[in-house]
């Protein structure tokens, strides 16, 4: 895991306010997004962020203790 579980928690609370803020943002620029386009748009960024954090950490699908163990 990438990330310890107490980040990605605290990453995945702070998805919310931020699609909260790019509604906002978008709206000054004429951009409207419903809250359903929203929604989908989050749903997105979580399983990005997921996917991300749930990779192994070294590309070759073991983790690092698994590496050192089998050196041995």
Do not use: C
């Amino acid at each position: 895991m990438r990330i310890s579980k107490a980040g990605l928690l605290v990453v995945l609370a702070l998805l919310a306010p931020l699609l909260v803020e790019l509604r906002t943002v978008l709206s000054w620029i004429n951009v409207e997004l419903t809250v359903l386009e929203t929604a989908v748009v989050g749903a997105i960024l979580v399983v990005a962020v997921l996917v991300w954090a749930f990779l192994p950490e070294n590309g070759n699908g073991k983790t690092a203790e698994g590496d050192a163990s089998s050196e041995n």
